[in-house]
C-alpha cells in the first residue's frame, strides 16, 4: 500500500497563487509515476498533470498549461503542484495519486489515491 496525503488547498482570489503537496507513505515512492487530478462539483474527475518517476517527463492538460507546474522531490517522498494565476474555474478538490510505473492521463490507471484537498478560487 502507498498512502498518499495531499495539503495546501484553500480560498484564493482570481490572479492567485497556490501550491499543493502530496506526501506518500509506506512503498517506494520513487518507483511511482504521480499525477493530480481535479473535480469540480457536478463534473466528473479531470486530468490535471502527471511527473514521471524520475520527474524527467511531465504532462498537462491544456487549460493549465503555462500556468501550472508539476514537480516531485523523491528523497522528501513528496509530489507538487505549483498553481499561479488561478482562475475560479480552476475550484474544485485536487487528489493526487500515483501508478507504477508509466506516466498516464488516465485516471483509471493509476493504483492509489488521495482523500483531496479544496481549491476554491474567487472572482
Known amino acids: 500500500q502507498l498512502q498518499l496525503v495531499e495539503s495546501g488547498g484553500g480560498l484564493v482570489q482570481a490572479g492567485g497563487s497556490l501550491r499543493l503537496s502530496c506526501a506518500a507513505s509506506g512503498r517506494t515512492f520513487s518507483s511511482y509515476a504521480m499525477g493530480w487530478f481535479r473535480q469540480a462539483p457536478g463534473k466528473e474527475r479531470e486530468f490535471v498533470a502527471a511527473v514521471s518517476w524520475s520527474g524527467g517527463s511531465t504532462y498537462y492538460v491544456d487549460s493549465v498549461k503555462g500556468r501550472f507546474t508539476i514537480s516531485r522531490d523523491n528523497a522528501k517522498n513528496t509530489v507538487y503542484l505549483q498553481m499561479n494565476s488561478l482562475k475560479p474555474e480552476d475550484t474544485a478538490v485536487y487528489y493526487c495519486?500515483?501508478?507504477?510505473?508509466?506516466?498516464?492521463?488516465?485516471?483509471?490507471?493509476?493504483?492509489?489515491w488521495g482523500q483531496g484537498t479544496q481549491v476554491t478560487v474567487s472572482s
Open positions: 495519486a500515483a501508478d507504477d510505473p508509466r506516466i498516464t492521463t488516465v485516471g483509471a490507471l493509476y493504483d492509489y
